[in-house]
């Protein structure tokens, strides 16, 4: 009986679908408690394009994972669902005019089907869809809280508005200590009392969690919408390449910055990779230093700075303020302004990025305003320019050139001054290029004399704090998160305005807020968001609805928590479930969601702890990043002089006499070789009445190159059709067996036939020559037994740190001499097919069945490897004589040294090397080693 995948797959996939083996129990459905494991994927986006083979890297070690921890008797949640909200699906509707609602359900089809190909042990009772109105109602009720929340600084944690309302009632703000916007004014309970409505609304929106304000942000005219500053690179949109500029504009924000520390904390108790960590750690940058007040020169006005290097006082040779900066206005001098105006209108439109990035770019002008040293009293020029950013510190530093890369570069730009300060301990080089000979004045200040920096820096705090100049401070680099998209399809954000303009959250009860159906999904022709063209959609029939929707990352900081309790109605999860469910043991998914996705869901699961919704405060424990899936491109050589003639690649002998043009991969055999007529089939690529030089009959040698998988370089390959040709099991074994799981790494298809023939030669194991399913009852071998339980541990071990591709090759060896052994005892074919199972499982299932058993492998125990067939009680020796290495004698250990001499002495090789001599000496140590001296 010859192994058919089409049959065991169909035959599996129904037994599983018969005992709905996937079910996932709730904690309350279980007779007695059973620990539970929490396995997720990252979900996808549904994109037109459907899976290629990157996408299901990460889902079968998960669902290998997944698998492993049901045989080990765990109660495992492993779920799927959908990213819907998006972009794409968007532009696409503006296109083709078709409800991003229809396609994306269509790609989610698509989607659904693909992943079941795979057969991925998802619970799919419990699919989470982004867009569906029962789902984004929860996330509509989190946006709630958060606008009814603030943060205290006191007891470190979010808070509901009432409480901050019913202290500003008491005492005011005087004894509040706040995560709040910083131009909040101090006012008395009696001062609150009297404030009109307008007014105490505008100051709690300082306050709120999830606040409105006038805000910059990234601004893309071609996409018609904000961008976060991780969907912006190098100055373009990442989706797109559109340009993007920075407007002000009035936005939804989420105070984010409130958990920085937190979020900075909190990495040191997950096991997640340290480049993951550290890019988080970037992201948030938190540093620590000073806050010095400049005065002014003839003005009541005073600039705050923000330094790292408060110890560098004395270098400072001018003041640089953001050219955004208020002050600027106030301070430039009637002579100055034209030139100020001028330099203001041309930063505005850099984004910060650039302002960053372009460090060679030396720009910025003089205001005509000069500041006191606060130690001096020295006049010190006050610039504006936009190396130095508003929305860091504090929008304005003392430049000490001397000291800094970017204030050097300015003074010389600007015949500036430079001033070193030595500090004698500090070893200078004096020959380094920051130290101008011409300008450069040394400066020992008394109270900074022979100290090392770090102590330096916080002497001058110290000193700088008893002088009333300013305050030690900590500053982060992670923004307030912009919250709203002028998009149309993604959450309506539950706002409404009431007579007064007053933005009031929606009443909880009235949740979902439907996203109103429109004529086309265009901004208005005013610029106003795509949901102004609801015209009749009122809150309560009356009031205006809040028109920017939620942006894609809403839906996706707390899906993990949906799964777990994915039909409740009340709540968004029930406390008593996800005190069951908890977070989330092993995430698997892209590192390119290191800085977005990774920081808002722990953001989330942050606030929903201090809430007192969920009883733990990170949501995703351990988390693995797989490795992209690189394409491997297949080119046809064409000759430059000759462009209607293709050379097979093999007789190029000169490079740069061809030019080299895509062809599809999936046209393309193990040799490389392409047939000539699928070239000519296609004569608007490659052209008509070609010539074709090769030495191959109708064939051509394609050139290869490893790339990114992209549909432009005709270098994606689709599961499905590997999966049709060679079954699921060996795409799901292939795929693993590529190599570790978090590296980068090419899909060549050549090796796949190497995991399909060993799935038949496992599958015949079972069979005899008759093409009977065969098992024995006899009792294995000792080497049988040793070889099973060996693998056993190994495959274990393999599993448990996630090195599935060694787990894969061990399973190989394993059937390999299985076959040799010509191994048919039940005793061992059964336990191996538990190990199998995870990666293989349809076979697993079927040959398990074909063993008797109706009941599914699925929930089979792992068998346990017995400890005495593991360690060796033998060991390989090297047998010497005289100290040359002759042959190899496996002899057993822990016996005593004359039976081991009996044993090499009255072996025949021995006999061979003695010839007529006899040994003098036989030296024997134990594991290592048997010498025979003649
Ligand atoms: C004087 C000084 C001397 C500085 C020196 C550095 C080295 P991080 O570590 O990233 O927090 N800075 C402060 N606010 C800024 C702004 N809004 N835009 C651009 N630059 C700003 O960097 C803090 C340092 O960056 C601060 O310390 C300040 O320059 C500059 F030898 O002050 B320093």
Not at 16 to 38: A, C, D, G, I, R
Not at 345 to 374: C, L, M, W
Request: with cysteine.
């Amino acid at each position: 009986m010859e192994f058919n995948f089409h049959e065991i797959e169909s035959f599996a996939k129904r037994k599983w679908q018969q005992q709905n083996v996937y079910y996932t129990p709730q904690p309350t459905e279980l007779s007695s408690h059973k620990e539970k494991f929490y396995v997720l994927d990252m979900f996808p986006y549904p994109s037109g394009a459907g899976l290629h083979v990157g996408h299901p890297l990460g889902y079968i070690a998960s669902d290998i994972y997944a698998r492993y921890k049901k045989h080990c008797g765990y109660n495992v949640l492993h779920p799927m669902g959908f990213d819907a909200f998006g972009l794409p699906a968007e532009q696409y509707a503006i296109q083709t005019g078709q409800h991003p609602a229809v396609t994306t359900k269509n790609n989610i089809k698509r989607y659904k089907e693909q992943l079941e190909k795979i057969g991925l042990s998802y619970d799919w009772n419990r699919e989470v869809i982004t867009c569906d109105s029962k789902y984004y109602k929860w996330t509509q009720w989190i946006f709630i809280q958060l606008f009814n929340s603030w943060y205290n600084l006191k007891s470190d944690k979010a808070e509901p508005i009432q409480t901050l309302i019913n202290e500003f009632e008491t005492n005011g703000n005087i004894n509040v200590n706040a995560a709040c916007d910083d131009d909040v004014i101090k006012f008395t309970a009696d001062e609150w009392k009297n404030f009109s409505e307008k007014q105490r609304s505008d100051i709690l929106m300082k306050y709120r969690l999830a606040y409105h304000s006038e805000a910059y942000v990234n601004w893309c005219p071609a996409l018609g919408t904000v961008l976060a500053n991780d969907e912006v690179k190098d100055g373009v949109s990442e989706r797109g390449g559109f340009p993007v500029e920075r407007r002000l504009m009035p936005q939804w924000s989420l105070r984010i910055t409130a958990y920085a520390e937190r979020l900075l904390q909190g990495l040191e108790t997950i096991d997640w990779s340290e480049s993951i960590k550290e890019a988080q750690r970037n992201w948030i940058g938190k540093s620590e230093g000073a806050e010095i007040v400049f005065n002014l020169d003839n003005s009541t006005e005073s600039i705050r700075i923000f330094t790292t290097r408060p110890d560098t006082i004395f270098g400072v040779t001018y003041v640089v303020l953001a050219p955004e900066h208020p002050l600027v206005e106030k301070i430039t001098t009637d002579d100055r302004k034209n030139d100020v105006l001028k330099y203001v209108e041309y930063a505005k439109n850099r984004s910060e990025r650039e302002r960053q990035a372009d460090v060679n770019k030396v720009t910025g002008t003089f205001t005509g305003a000069y500041a006191i040293h606060p130690f001096t009293n020295e006049k010190l020029p006050v610039w504006i320019a936009d190396y130095v950013l508003y929305h860091y510190g504090t929008g304005a530093v003392m430049a000490v050139p001397a000291h800094d890369s970017r204030d050097f570069k300015f003074a010389k730009h600007f015949s500036l001054p430079i001033k070193m300060v030595i500090q004698p301990k500090e070893n200078f080089d004096f020959s380094q290029s920051s130290y101008d000979e011409k300008n450069g004045i040394c400066i020992n200040s008394d109270f900074l004399n022979n100290l090392e920096v770090k102590d330096a820096i916080q002497k001058s705090i110290q000193e700088i704090e008893k002088r009333k100049l300013g305050k030690r401070v900590v500053n982060y680099r992670l923004r307030d998160a912009v919250f709203g998209r002028q998009r149309y399809w993604g959450e309506p954000i539950p706002i409404y305005y009431d007579e007064q303009g007053i933005p009031r959250a929606v009443d909880e009860n009235d949740l979902p807020i439907e996203l109103p159906e429109i004529d086309k999904y265009l901004p208005t022709e005013t610029g106003e968001p795509p949901l102004a063209r609801a015209t009749q959609w009122k809150y309560k029939g009356k009031y205006e609805f809040e028109k920017t929707t939620m942006p894609g990352w809403a839906g996706s900081s707390w899906y993990f928590l949906r799964y777990m309790d994915p039909h409740n109605d009340k709540a968004f999860a029930g406390r008593s479930i996800t005190d069951y469910w908890r977070e989330v043991d092993l995430y698997v998914g892209g590192s390119e969601h290191a800085t977005g996705h990774l920081i808002y869901a722990r953001f989330w699961t942050k606030f929903l702890y201090d809430l007192g919704f969920i009883s733990f405060d990170e949501p995703f424990k351990k988390l693995i990043n797989q490795g992209m899936i690189l394409g491997n491109s297949a080119m046809i050589c064409r000759l430059k002089d000759q462009p209607d003639t293709y050379i097979s690649a093999e007789k190029v002998t000169d490079w740069n006499k061809v030019s080299k043009v895509y062809v599809d991969v999936n046209l393309v055999d193990e040799n490389d070789f392409i047939a000539i007529r699928d070239i000519q089939a296609n004569s608007v690529l490659y052209g008509e009445n070609l010539k074709f030089i090769s030495d191959v009959p109708n064939k051509i040698k394609c050139y290869r190159e490893i790339e990114k998988m992209s549909k432009s370089k005709f270098n994606v390959v689709n599961p499905d059709d590997l999966i049709d040709k060679y079954g699921a099991d060996t795409f799901r074994l292939y795929e693993m067996f590529l190599g570790p799981i978090e590296q980068h790494k090419p899909f060549i298809t050549n090796g796949i036939t190497g995991t399909y023939n060993f799935l038949r030669k496992l599958y015949r194991l079972y069979f005899n020559d008759k093409g009977e399913f065969n098992l024995s009852n006899d009792k294995p071998t000792e080497e049988e037994l040793k070889l099973l339980h060996k693998n056993i541990k190994k495959i274990r071990e393999d599993i448990e740190r996630f090195s599935f591709n060694t787990a894969v090759s061990s399973l190989m060896i394993l059937v390999n001499k299985l076959t040799e052994l010509k191994c048919n005892k039940r005793e061992i074919l059964e336990p191996l097919l538990i190990l199998i199972s995870p990666f293989a499982p349809h076979t697993a299932e079927y040959l398990w069945d074909k063993c008797g058993h109706k009941e599914s492998i699925i929930n089979v125990t792992y068998p346990e490897h017995s400890e005495k067939y593991v360690v060796d009680n033998a060991f390989n020796y090297p047998i010497s004589f005289n100290g040359k290495m002759r042959f190899n004698l496996e002899i057993p250990l822990n016996i005593p040294k004359e039976q081991v001499e009996q044993i090499v002495l009255s072996n025949e090789q021995t006999k061979k090397y003695l010839g007529d001599k006899q040994p003098k000496k036989i030296i024997f140590v134990e594991g290592k080693i048997v010498n025979v001296v003649v």
